[in-house]
Every structure is written in structure tokens, then in C-alpha cells.
């Protein structure tokens, strides 16, 4: 009933089990050097009626030699919230350099929000950037440039506030190698954070992995805590180890680890 059509294009109207009506509409496109982009969308429309809210599903992948792009974006607004994520975005991007598959990066963003079904007022985040990368010539070993590209590195920013740290906890980093850092207060790093539910909380973690970099280059785990509602910060670091020393779980997920290839 009132479908329409075009090349890329579709729109029409569709009735649930309730009998409410909605607009679907979808969009697609293709070209070889933009890749793939395909959105769809439901607007409630009932009796003439267009209530604020939306929920569509966006996806872009762009595949090139040695180098792909994946980004997907929900969103589920004032009449389509149930209470789970309203956004929720994830983008995931890798490359390989020069063709070189021992040279190789990747990095991923997911956002995550939510917000109350009667206000819409945003009452959680959750954030997860994430990096690793394999072999590079722009690192440097103690003794020069490294060439067997043996070296790992992995980044971790994670963030959590609202609903999505439900509750309160205390976490604890040392620092083995005195002196070496400066926390928000000055002090060299180490001690603990205390948390309540719903406070904004940020742990960003990195680790290196690599076989021959030399004595003061070898495998070592940095992290950083920070509870940013009180202002809070503490920082660990330490040699021999690939994984993060503490995390809690909830409200950061799955402590990550030294990405292997």
C-alpha cells in the first residue's frame, strides 16, 4: 500500500500487528570507489499522527586494496526507545601499509546512549575506542630501526557513566617503576579510586609487545583510572607483562590484551 520506488530507492507503508501505520524507506548506493552506503528508516505515522522519534540503521563499507571501512549507526528516538540503546555507533577501520601484511593497524569506536522512556533524557553512556597495530618502520628499537617487524601495540580508551556503571566499587594500580609518572595531584603514580554508581569513569590502558627491542624496550603494560565525577586519577605501569594490571568488570567489559595477528 502506498509503495514507491526508485533506482537506490524504496518507500512504502507498512502496518503492525496493533495496526499502527510507518514509513519504511530505504536508500542504497554503490560505486567502486565510494563502496557500499545503505540506510533504512521507520517513522510512525498513524492517523495522520508523527510522534517525535526515529529508527533507522545506517551502514557504509568502503573496501580498497589493503585498507576496508565498516561503520554501522542505530538510532531508535522518542517513540522507537525501549529502554535499550537509542545510539549505538561502531565503526571498525584497518590497513595494511605498502602492501607489507607484517605492517598492519587497526582501530575501532563504538558509542553506546541511552535514555529514559518517558523524558528522553540521557541517563547512561558507554564509550570503547580501541587500537592495535603490527610492525612498523617509524618505531625504534634501542639499536635502530626495527625490520622484523615483531613489535605489537594496543590502545584502550573505555568510558562508562549512568546506567551503564550500576555499581560502586573501589580499584587499585601500582606503579613498579617508581618515579616514572605524575597523577592529577603530582604524586608517582599508584593508589586507589573509589566509585559510586552512576559516576563517569574512564580507564585508558596500553601495552607493548615485542620480541628483540632492546633492554629498555621491552614488554610493558601503562595504565591510567580515572574517576572524572570526583575528579580522581590514578596511574600504573610495569615491565613484563602484555595485559592490563586491574579492571573491573563491570563497568569497562572484557579487560582487552595485546592484539595478536
Known amino acids: 500500500m502506498g509503495d514507491s520506488s526508485d533506482q537506490g530507492m524504496m518507500q512504502r507503508i507498512l502496518f503492525d500487528s496493533n495496526g499502527d501505520q510507518y514509513i519504511h524507506q530505504v536508500i542504497t548506493h554503490f560505486t567502486p570507489t565510494q563502496g557500499n552506503m545503505t540506510l533504512e528508516a521507520f517513522v510512525f505515522s498513524s492517523n495522520g499522527i508523527a510522534p517525535s522519534g526515529i529508527a533507522s540503521k545506517q551502514h557504509i563499507y568502503h573496501n580498497q586494496t589493503n585498507k576496508n571501512m565498516d561503520l554501522m549507526v542505530y538510532l531508535n528516538t522518542g517513540w522507537a526507545n525501549t529502554g535499550e540503546n537509542v545510539v549505538q555507533v561502531n565503526q571498525s577501520k584497518n590497513t595494511i601499509e605498502n602492501g607489507n601484511p607484517n605492517i598492519y593497524y587497526e582501530d575501532s569506536f563504538t558509542y553506546y546512549e541511552r535514555r529514559d522512556t518517558t523524558t528522553q533524557e540521557i541517563n547512561g553512556t558507554a564509550i570503547d575506542i580501541s587500537q592495535g597495530q603490527l610492525g612498523s618502520t617509524y618505531f625504534q628499537s634501542d639499536g635502530?630501526?626495527?625490520?622484523?617487524?615483531?613489535?605489537?601495540?594496543?590502545?584502550?580508551?573505555?568510558?562508562?557513566?549512568?546506567?551503564?556503571?550500576?555499581?560502586?566499587?573501589?580499584?587499585?594500580?601500582?606503579?613498579?617503576?617508581?618515579?616514572?609518572?605524575?597523577?592529577?595531584?603530582?604524586?608517582?603514580?599508584?593508589?586507589?579510586?573509589?566509585?559510586?554508581?552512576?559516576?563517569?569513569?574512564?580507564?585508558?590502558?596500553?601495552?607493548?609487545?615485542?620480541?628483540?627491542?632492546?633492554?629498555?624496550?621491552?614488554?610493558?603494560?601503562?595504565?591510567?583510572?580515572?574517576?572524572?565525577?570526583?575528579?580522581?586519577?590514578?596511574a600504573g605501569q610495569k615491565y613484563g607483562v602484555t595485559s592490563p594490571m586491574s579492571w573491573p568488570e563491570p563497568p569497562f567489559g572484557t579487560a582487552p590484551s595485546i592484539i595478536q595477528y
Open 144 to 234: 635502530g630501526i626495527l625490520t622484523n617487524n615483531s613489535d605489537q601495540y594496543s590502545f584502550v580508551n573505555r568510558q562508562a557513566s549512568g546506567v551503564f556503571n550500576p555499581i560502586a566499587m573501589t580499584a587499585s594500580l601500582t606503579n613498579y617503576w617508581a618515579g616514572s609518572l605524575l597523577d592529577a595531584n603530582g604524586a608517582t603514580g599508584g593508589g586507589t579510586v573509589s566509585w559510586d554508581p552512576g559516576d563517569a569513569l574512564r580507564m585508558i590502558w596500553w601495552g607493548q609487545y615485542c620480541i628483540g627491542c632492546g633492554t629498555n624496550s621491552a614488554n610493558m603494560s601503562l595504565q591510567v583510572l580515572e574517576n572524572l565525577t570526583t575528579n580522581t586519577t590514578i
